[in-house]
């Protein structure tokens, strides 16, 4: 192993480019410029090749974690150093201020090249030191503002990229940002990226969207957004008519979501539960709650059968008989509530609550969904005789 220190040229260049009396250095041209930001990438590649040789070379898990630590430590006080003095740099000449941002971005890829390849090897639960959070804030607010433009599938995917952004934004920002460790940032950079690669334009069939899946792998255990994949949830819910058809639904998106493998290694917050533990949670409890709902309807069906055959009874004899077919009366009511003269909730509600009150000559009971179903496939015979009929009536108002 060499005992060489490895980041000599690229420390000595910081070194100068501090030096606020340093007139070779204050008097760079566009040339210089050039040939100097050359030989940065240079040197950042040849330590990149050399941190590699280093660790091939060892055999020891302690000796390399020593190595990888010395090396990431480094390179955040290089960042430290270049970030302190590239204000003043910007100030004393425009070439100068160009050439510290170069050796920051160099310096940036040094320390994401470590963080990558060796993340195991570096102790990721210390505090960040507040200038590799300055750099790293930055990087981050990049991605944020980038993804603003991502194209998405559909407006509860705008809704969610929102909740996520705004999650972050505020973690950037806030007093707790600067108390993060190595685990958190690595987290969200990850969550970017894998973001900014995944293609989440496709219309996804199923209730959980590509967006919602890569989260929930993720584990972004937000609790804004755990609120807002429950109340979808709940929403979902509530376009079923009956309580069955309700569970029913409930158990499909559960099965759907219990094939989703969170990772628990990671999470977006260290001090929330993780995101699969509080919807197993939610699932659980409105499973149940249904279930309750169900049993206690059924328990008062029984208990009042008697009650019930004498209702549908007195519902037989209040029946008022129409001179039309079952499937004349559909298109009737069907031409009613799409011209608005009957409001309902929707046509089905229309023929839920009026048909059980029909019967024609030839039917006593009347079955509403087969009457909606028949209303959209009428038979011309059908038609004229609805006309004729409503005629009729018009008749009959004009001569009162």
């Keep these: 192993m060499m005992n060489k220190y490895p980041l000599e040229w690229l420390d000595t260049l910081i070194l100068q480019l501090s030096n606020t009396n340093n007139l070779d250095v204050i008097l760079i041209s566009e040339q210089e410029l050039l040939l100097m930001s050359t030989d940065v990438v240079k040197e950042s590649k040849k330590i990149q090749i050399q941190i590699k040789n280093e660790v ?19 390179f955040i006080y290089l960042i430290d150093r270049m970030v302190g003095c590239q204000m003043s740099n910007v100030q004393r000449n425009h070439n100068l201020g160009l050439l510290s941002e170069k050796i920051i971005t160099c310096l940036e890829d040094l320390l994401s090249f470590i963080e ?3 993340a195991t090897f570096l102790s990721l639960d210390e505090r960040v030191p507040i200038t590799y959070i300055i750099v790293s804030r930055n990087e981050l607010q990049f991605k944020v503002n980038k993804l603003k433009f991502k194209q998405l599938s559909s ?33 969200q950079k990850n969550l ?11 219309v996804n069939e199923n209730f959980y969207s590509e967006l919602d899946e890569l989260l929930l792998v993720l584990n972004f255990n937000s609790l804004t957004y755990f609120h807002w994949l429950a109340q979808r949830l709940k929403d979902d819910l509530k376009l079923m008519d009956g309580l069955t058809e309700q569970l029913c639904l409930l158990l499909s998106h559960f099965k759907e979501f219990s094939q989703i493998n969170s990772n628990k290694k990671v999470s977006f917050d260290p001090f929330q539960k993780n995101i699969s533990d509080s919807l197993l949670g939610w699932f659980e409890n409105e499973i149940k709650y249904l279930q309750h ?10 208990a009042g059968g008697t009650r019930e055959t004498v209702n ?17 009366i ?15 909730r929707s046509m089905s509600q229309v023929f839920k609550t009026i048909v059980p009150y029909l019967s024609t000559s030839q039917k006593v009971d009347l ?4 009457m909606r179903s028949k209303s959209y496939n009428a038979e011309e015979r059908d038609k004229e005789i609805a006309i004729q009929t409503l005629e009729r009536i018009i008749k009959h108002i004009r001569d009162y």
């Design 330 to 344: 559909a298109l009737i009511l069907r031409a009613g509530d799409e011209s608005r003269i009957i409001k309902a």
């Design 293 to 302: 709902r169900i049993n206690l309807s059924s328990d008062i069906k029984l």
């Design 155 to 187: 407006e509860s995917d705008k809704a969610t990229m929102d909740i996520v952004l705004h999650n972050l934004n505020d973690l950037l920002y806030s007093n707790s940002g600067h108390k993060s460790t190595y685990r958190q940032i690595l987290y």
């Design 56 to 74: 091939f070379a060892i055999r020891k898990k302690r000796e390399i974690r020593l190595l990888i630590r010395k090396y990431h430590s480094t």
């Design 192 to 202: 970017l990226r894998s973001i900014e690669e995944s293609d989440l334009s496709k």
């Design 312 to 328: 549908n009874e007195k519902l037989v004899q209040n029946k008022i008989e129409c001179n039309l077919s079952a499937d004349q």
């Design 367 to 370: 079955s509403y969904d087969s």
């Design 116 to 118: 990558t390849r060796f």
